[in-house]
């Protein structure tokens, strides 16, 4: 039963969307308002002497020709002007990256400072190891710093001397800075120093 009611309700839905849609605008109807629309037009069957259609070619060559020096001058504004942006809006980036870099750079330093500030409190106090270990992290925040790698190998020269412990892990670091300093005094006088130790 409940079929026969929706199938209705259904019916019913489609006569009412189909009375919306109004009258049918056919091919006929068209055309009936087309014919009525060029009765009013008057069209000429009159054919172009050679030299009216010379003129209007000609005209429409200097259109085109103007049309051309039209888009030439609009693109040679417009171009340097996108490629100015371009180079202004990465010159912008770059400076934003580079301001990004000096930041990390200088938390880097501090951090870098108080390792090595805290090192030498503690190579001070005779703690060895306490000095080894800020001093490896100052090394690992700046690799190439000298300062570092010279008060590292000076801890584990301390070390060895004073525990005779980890003497093979500073004669390696001795080593390798005098690879990369030769002429440094401290280093030669660590160099002398684990010399005797040994």
């Not at 008057?42 to 060559?61: F, G, H, V």
């Not at 020096?69 to 809006?89: C, D, E, H, M, Q």
């Not at 750079?105 to 000095?131: C, V």
């Amino acid at each position: 039963m409940s079929f026969g009611g929706s199938a209705l309700a259904m019916i019913q839905s489609l006569k009412a969307n189909k009375l919306l849609l109004g009258k049918r605008y056919t091919y006929f109807d068209a055309k009936k308002e087309y014919l009525i629309a060029a009765k009013g037009l008057k069209i000429s069957n009159q054919k172009a002497t050679p030299e009216q259609i010379r003129n209007i070619k000609e005209l429409i060559r200097k259109q085109k020709r103007v049309a051309g020096i039209r888009l030439t001058i609009a693109l040679s504004i417009i171009f340097p002007l996108i490629i100015f942006g371009a180079y202004k809006f990465s010159g912008l980036f770059k400076n934003e990256m580079t301001h990004q870099q000096i930041v990390v750079k200088e938390k880097s330093i501090e951090k870098y400072k108080f390792h090595i500030n805290d090192g030498d409190a503690m190579l001070n106090k005779g703690k060895w190891n306490n000095a080894i270990f800020q001093y490896t992290q100052a090394s690992e925040i700046l690799p190439n710093e000298y300062d570092a790698q010279y008060r590292l190998a000076l801890a584990y020269t301390y070390k060895c001397k004073y525990t005779n412990n980890a003497c093979g892990k500073s004669d390696s670091l001795v080593n390798r800075l005098l690879e990369h300093f030769p002429d440094n005094e401290k280093v030669q006088g660590l160099r002398v120093s684990l010399d005797n130790q040994l």
